[in-house]
Each structure stands twice: as structure tokens, then as C-alpha cells.
T-cell receptor, first 116, second 108 residues
Framework: GAVVSQHPSRVICKSGTSVKIECRSL??????MFWYRQFPKKSLMLMAT?????????EQGVEKDKFLINHASLTLSTLTVTSAHPEDSSFYIC????????????FGPGTRLTVL | GIQVEQSPPDLILQEGANSTLRCNFS?????LQWFHQNPWGQLINLFY???GTKQNGRLSATTVATERYSLLYISSSQTTDSGVYFC??????????FGTGTRLQVFP
């Protein structure tokens, strides 16, 4: 199957700082990537759809100025949490849809963000 | 939007037992996937199954699209099967809506 990586796997930062999370498709090109957020013992919630070469599409209730998404190449999407606060602490997971295959999405290993 | 409910929410099994996990969805879908989230958070693709039946080793899945449900069968469970199982659906869109999840614990 297709492989998606994320970096970093975990990050701890102070309130007010910005954190960038990278999502890469390693063995395929992904025109579309997705960013999810997961709270402890909860399900995944879609935050935004990242489209290569164009603006991301955010889900209702997700602040686009808070969660900046850039999809500059066919293998890399980044999520930047700006001016992070403790309530932004969460598990962030990206996925990529293989355009050559079915509608299957392949998920990265996730990034655990802790804001102190 | 589409609602996706999974049952049971929690399941405790002894090694070797069989189980059935259910996913109900509220509208027609053209994409349905089952995932296993391991204790480290990694989501592992199990099945892409918008309709029909598939089998992969000890796991099999059936989706009855007309009745808006899917079932995941785990036979001869092992401790490594522990984790959370999610179904996720999509309808005429790239987006996946995740279900509420079933937390499975398998004890030796």
C-alpha cells in the first residue's frame, strides 16, 4: 500500500509559538491531502482538505488563520498551528488520496502536539 | 451531514474468540473504509468496501449499501488485534466521515 509520513511525531511547545507539521506521500503523488484532529478517546474530525497548488478548503468551525495549510508540491502538505494555546493540544493526522487508485485514503502516523 | 454510528463502543475478548463490529450510516455512500488504529495512533487500512464482501486472513467485511450498514468480522482474535476500529464513509466527495469507533481489548 501507499506510504504517508509525518514529521515530527511529537512536539511540545510553549503558548504563543507556532508549530509546523509536515505530511509527505512517499511513493505516490497526491493532489489532495487531508488534515484531521483527534482528541483522546474520540474519533477523527476532518479539519481541512489540502489541494496542491490552490487554497485549502476548511471545514465549518475550523479557523483558517489559526491552522495554516500549504500544499506546495504533489508530495508535501504542511499544517502550521499559529500562536498555539493549550486547547490546541491534540493528535493531528494527515492522509493522502492516491489518484491512481480507488478512493482509498492512506494515513500518516500522526503528530502529538502538547502546548504548555 | 452523514451520521456514522458504530457498535459496540467497547468490546473485551479473550484470545481466540470471534467478534462482529457494526457500522451504520445515515445516507447513501460510495466510499466506505475500515481502519484499525493501533495503540500508537497509526491508522491501518483494513478494507475499502463500499459494497459487497471481502476477506483478508482472519478479517472479513461485508457492506450492504442498500440497508446502510457494514460489518467487520474478526475471527480467532489475537492480542495484537487490540485497538480502536473505525469505519469511515464518503458520499460523492473526497471527504471521509469517521464513525464513533469500537475499542477492542483482547486478553491472553
Amino acid at each position: 500500500g501507499a506510504v504517508v509520513s509525518q514529521h515530527p511525531s511529537r512536539v511540545i511547545c510553549k503558548s504563543g509559538t507556532s508549530v509546523k507539521i509536515e505530511c509527505r506521500s512517499l511513493d505516490f503523488q497526491a493532489t489532495t491531502m487531508f488534515w484531521y484532529r483527534q482528541f483522546p478517546k474520540k474519533s477523527l474530525m476532518l479539519m481541512a482538505t489540502s489541494n496542491e497548488g490552490s487554497k485549502a478548503t476548511y471545514e465549518q468551525g475550523v479557523e483558517k488563520d489559526k491552522f495554516l495549510i500549504n500544499h506546495a508540491s504533489l508530495t508535501l502538505s504542511t499544517l502550521t498551528v499559529t500562536s498555539a494555546h493549550p486547547e490546541d493540544s491534540s493528535f493531528y493526522i494527515c492522509s493522502a488520496r492516491d489518484p491512481q487508485g480507488s478512493d482509498t485514503q492512506y494515513f500518516g502516523p500522526g503528530t502529538r502536539l502538547t502546548v504548555l | 451531514g452523514i451520521q456514522v454510528e458504530q457498535s459496540p463502543p467497547d468490546l473485551i475478548l479473550q484470545e481466540g474468540a470471534n467478534s462482529t463490529l457494526r457500522c451504520n450510516f445515515s445516507d447513501s455512500v460510495n466510499n466506505l473504509q475500515w481502519f484499525h488504529q493501533n495503540p500508537w495512533g497509526q491508522l491501518i487500512n483494513l478494507f475499502y468496501i463500499p459494497s459487497g464482501t471481502k476477506q483478508n486472513g482472519r478479517l472479513s467485511a461485508t457492506t450492504v449499501a442498500t440497508e446502510r450498514y457494514s460489518l467487520l468480522y474478526i475471527s480467532s482474535s489475537q492480542t495484537t488485534d487490540s485497538g480502536v476500529y473505525f469505519c469511515a464513509v464518503g458520499a460523492n466527495t473526497d471527504k471521509l466521515i469517521f464513525g464513533t469507533g469500537t475499542r477492542l481489548q483482547v486478553f491472553p
